[in-house]
């Protein structure tokens, strides 16, 4: 059973034990990352968060502290709630990953300066998050740490994706510098930078669509992870390698409720057996349906062209408009060979001439050329307004090409996007990737998406979105979903509440914070307009897991959130492992917990430390690439052996369960 958190902690006078894991950040990811560091893989946390109110949230009247604190409070009291409900008797995972581990230790701090540092304890930690807002803070509290302690795990926060690989290799280089020797693979895992943005903009622009996948990849291969709905009476169910999820008994129904650890039976049901999947009649399911392999020498797909097409020149009247003048033109061509029986060239030089008025008159021609000479002279006429009509959309089109596009006539099937911050510019480019149709919404033009949504010929609208007019304008009432991804929960809400009222049946997901408040509202228009889907998503507790599984080790491959539950692939050493180890791939399984997807058939010293990454070889070259050592249509008979290394999908408790570590010994110490 779970100890109580108190509503305030003490702060301890002796300085913490050591292999105790450090969060430091100043919004509701750090306080999301300590819970799941706390609760679900039972570590010793050291929360640091700066003093005051939440810049992002200034409304709210607590403080940092006193939100993180509430927090706590509400996890120890649902998940004693949930060990009391469930009594002694064994669950998905055996043991209690709380049990003995204190409470949170608060800290508060406006920088995360040496003096800081070394007050946590980050000489003797195993783990340091820095997930500030400001990547410069980040990377500044980074270096210090690795100088601190240069066998320090980092997961660090960073937008710039360019910038963090390169930090990335720095401060590895850093850590090999200062223990000579070290094991390459605990280097590989002494530094991982991630992006809260990259992590949750799948999830977010996949409620814009009735179906959706998601993409695991794993040493250059692709896994997909699709949902699909209830097979019909007499249908039945396409290929697939393994069922991963159930979702909810109602997730199909736009009155039903979304599934989440609370849900009881109704719940999503994360890794069943197959009894249990045979027996979930008119349930959909989340399957691992296809694997496929990234080609390396593929180059990056391009979002946005370099220049403006044809088509964005010049409008569709003057094309057609100068397509029938030079119909006329040919045809006269045509006449003229015929009437006059010349050669093609000097028929087309006669017209060319008379059309621009350049010939001499045919006064003693026959009565067909002077009739020809006559209509090329009409023709002729509407030639010197086209040609100034492409010269004045010519220059138009170069005068507005750095302005913003506006919503087209007609449009209609689009999504409308609220909110070009961090996550809302990520979700822009994974709707754009998948060829959706996007209008933005933004009130401040000089916000972070505005050049990307240019550069991609977006079409934008500037402007207050709680403001009569902002909506209409971006065609909502034509639109087939609304994402409301700004900062301010209430923006959201009026937003949502306004398109709602414009369009009833419009599909809605909102980024909310607050869960009491999102559930509140996910009730409320569930019960006001019941054939509409609404959804509500929180980018922490969707990025937390993955940030979470980092500073456990690089063994997370990705996470997958099925409904608002989430299932994290993982890479993992058989070695050390009692679950895994002697035991054959189908005793390895344990439902709701943990199921071997495939096993790394590679030499342990050929292996590849990183299965997230590409395998290197030369894309200029004649070869092909590297075979993948990973075997996937594994046999349950096969028995797991201590060399091996597996690619596993788990639940967040089971693979606590699985990387629970002795807490009286740092690793690598």
């Known amino acids: 059973m779970l100890g109580f958190v108190p509503p305030l902690p003490q702060q301890p006078g002796r300085p913490p034990s050591s292999g105790h894991m450090i969060v430091c950040g100043d919004d509701a990811l750090a306080r999301r990352l300590a819970v799941e560091l706390r609760f679900v893989y039972g570590e010793r946390v050291t929360l640091l968060l700066p ?23 509400r996890m120890s009291a649902a998940m004693n709630r949930t060990a009391n409900g469930n009594g002694t008797g064994g669950g998905g995972g055996s043991g209690d990953t709380n049990a003995g581990v204190e409470a949170v230790r608060i800290m508060e ?79 590989d895992a002494s530094t991982t930078v991630l992006s809260d943005a990259d992590t949750a903009a799948p999830a977010l622009a996949a409620t ?36 991963l999820a159930l979702l909810s008994s109602t997730t199909n129904d736009p009155a039903g409720a979304e599934g989440s650890d609370s849900s009881g039976d109704e719940a999503p049901q994360l890794l069943p057996d197959e009894q249990t999947v045979s027996e979930a009649t008119g349930r959909g399911t989340v399957v691992l349906e296809a694997i496929s392999r990234a080609d390396p020498a593929r180059p990056a797909t391009r979002i946005g062209g370099r ?38 060239l000097h028929s087309a030089y006669l017209t060319l001439l008379d059309l621009l008025g350049m010939n001499d008159p045919a006064e003693d021609a026959p009565p067909a050329r002077q009739i020809i000479q006559i209509l090329s002279g009409i023709a002729g006429l509407l030639l010197l307004p086209l040609l100034i009509a ?76 709680t403001q009569e007019g902002v909506l209409e304008a971006a065609k909502i009432y034509r639109a087939r979903a609304l994402l409301a991804l ?20 419009l599909r809605v997901a909102l980024r909310l914070y607050d869960d009491e408040f999102a ?34 080790g690089r063994q997370i491959l990705g996470a997958v959130p099925v409904e608002r539950k989430v299932m994290l692939f993982a890479a993992l050493e058989v070695a050390g492992h009692p679950q895994l180890e002697g035991h054959t791939v189908e005793q390895a ?81």
């Open 307 to 344: 220049g403006a097409p044809l088509a964005q020149i010049f409008s569709r009247r003057l094309r057609w408009s100068t397509l029938g003048f030079v119909l006329a033109a040919l045809s006269l061509v045509i006449a003229s060979l015929l009437t006059t029986k010349d050669t093609a």
């Open 486 to 505: 700004t900062s301010i929960d209430t923006t959201n809400l009026e937003a949502a509440l306004y398109a709602r009222s414009v369009k009833p049946d």
């Open 519 to 552: 559930t509140a509202v996910y009730r409320t228009l569930r019960t006001a307009h019941p054939q509409a889907l609404t959804r509500s998503r929180s980018v922490s507790h969707l990025a937390a897991p993955a940030f979470a599984g980092a500073m456990m």
């Open 208 to 243: 814009a669509l009735t179906g959706s996948s998601k993409i695991i990849q794993a040493e250059g291969l692709l896994l997909r992870a699709a949902e699909r709905p209830p097979p019909r009476p007499g249908e039945s169910a396409a290929p697939r390698l393994c069922t």
């Open 51 to 73: 003093p005051g109110r939440d810049a992002n949230s200034p409304e709210t009247p607590l403080t940092q502290r006193g939100r993180a604190a509430a927090l706590f409070g």
């Open 589 to 669: 399984f344990r439902a709701g917990a943990w199921r071997v997807l495939a096993i790394d058939a590679t030499p342990p010293a050929d292996r590849n430390p990183d299965l997230a990454a590409l395998p290197p070889f030369d894309p200029e070259g004649d070869t092909a690439p590297p075979p993948s050592g990973l075997v996937w249509d594994l046999h349950p008979g096969y028995v797991l052996r201590a060399q091996d290394r597996v690619v596993i999908a788990a639940t967040r408790r089971g693979l606590a369960e699985l990387l629970r570590r002795q807490r009286s010994v740092v690793p690598g110490r």
């Open 390 to 465: 492409a010269v004045l959309e010519a220059f138009g089109t170069l005068r507005t090409a750095s302005s913003l596009r506006r919503p087209p006539r007609g449009l209609g099937g689009h999504v409308v996007l609220l909110g070009l911050g961090k996550i809302g510019t990520r979700v822009l480019v994974r709707l754009r990737e998948l060829d959706i149709p996007v209008v933005v919404v933004e009130e401040d033009p000089e916000a972070r998406g505005i050049p990307l949504a240019r550069s991609l010929h977006v079409p934008t609208v500037i402007g207050d979105v």
């Open 109 to 187: 701090a406006p920088e995360p300066s040496d003096d800081v540092l070394e007050e946590a304890g980050v000489d003797r930690a195993a783990a340091l998050a820095l997930v500030y807002d400001d990547d410069e803070r980040n990377i500044r509290a980074a270096l210090t740490a690795r100088r601190l302690n240069p066998r320090l795990r980092l997961v660090i926060r960073l937008y710039n994706r360019k910038l963090g690989l390169h930090l990335e290799e720095l401060l590895d280089q850093a850590a090999a510098v200062a223990m000579p020797g070290i094991n390459p693979a605990l280097l």
